[in-house]
């Protein structure tokens, strides 16, 4: 296990259809955080999860977004009834302590058309 | 709102000059200051963090200067490289919050050979 993997790296979907990207960080990690980068920005918060609870979440994660960590491994986000505001990169990242600093994985570009 | 804010937007350096990046935060709970390099459909990766009770911190070409009376930090890249060519983020985070980094708009840097 090198690095935090996303699946998948691209996805092209319709407005209005839901999306679920996987992300599975490196196996010690017990943090777990989503960002969304959009082109010529910084990274943004989303969510966190500390194992398997979701300890916070940002305004910018509506109610059509959704997240997940079974078991504390992998995660799952969710997007329902995609918008075309929803086109982002989505990364997610995982560490074992913050100041450690995050291990980014190669990130899931999102387009809605 | 942006709590941390980045300049220059875009950064050209000859190879061999020195490369710096300014950033300014606003929320005086941050006291864990990382630097992220970015290259194109990559994750962004750790580069170099400072906590403000040191105010530089250097490894190999890359130091980070922290003005904490300021509100400030920087960092120097030294006899900079075509391959530092990339874009960089300067972050910041409350350690004892466990979560969220807020992350600069982000430099383009580009080194000329």
């Known amino acids: 296990d090198t690095g935090v993997s996303q699946d998948p790296r691209h996805k092209i979907t319709k407005r209005g259809q839901n999306v679920t990207f996987r992300c599975d960080p490196i196996?010690?990690?017990?943090?777990l955080y989503w960002y969304r980068q959009t082109l010529g920005q910084g990274p943004e918060f989303l969510t966190y999860?500390?194992?398997?609870?979701?300890?916070?979440k940002s305004r910018l994660l509506s109610d059509r977004f959704s997240a997940e960590r079974p078991k504390g491994s992998f995660s799952t986000l969710e997007i329902q009834r995609t918008e075309q505001g929803d086109s982002a990169m989505y990364l997610c990242?995982?560490?074992?302590?913050?100041?450690?600093?995050?291990?980014f994985g190669s990130g899931t570009r999102l387009t809605v058309v | 709102q942006q709590q941390v804010k980045q300049s220059p937007q875009s950064l050209i350096v000859q190879k061999g000059g020195i490369s710096i990046i300014n950033c300014a935060y606003e929320?005086?709970?941050?006291?864990?200051f990382p630097w992220y390099q970015q290259f194109p459909g990559k994750g962004p990766a750790l580069l170099i963090a400072?906590?403000?009770?040191?105010s530089e911190k250097k490894e190999g070409r890359f130091t980070i200067s922290f003005n904490k009376s300021a509100k400030q930090f920087s960092l120097h890249i030294m006899d900079s490289q075509p391959g530092d060519s990339a874009t960089y983020f300067c972050a910041a985070s409350p350690l004892t919050s466990g979560s969220r980094l807020t992350f600069g708009e982000g430099t383009q840097l580009t080194v000329n050979p």
């Open positions: 400072i906590r403000p009770d040191v």
């Open positions: 929320n005086t709970a941050f006291d864990y």
């Open positions: 990242a995982s560490s074992l302590w913050l100041d450690d600093g995050y291990t």
């Open positions: 999860f500390q194992n398997e609870a979701q300890l916070e």
């Open positions: 196996s010690e990690h017990n943090r």
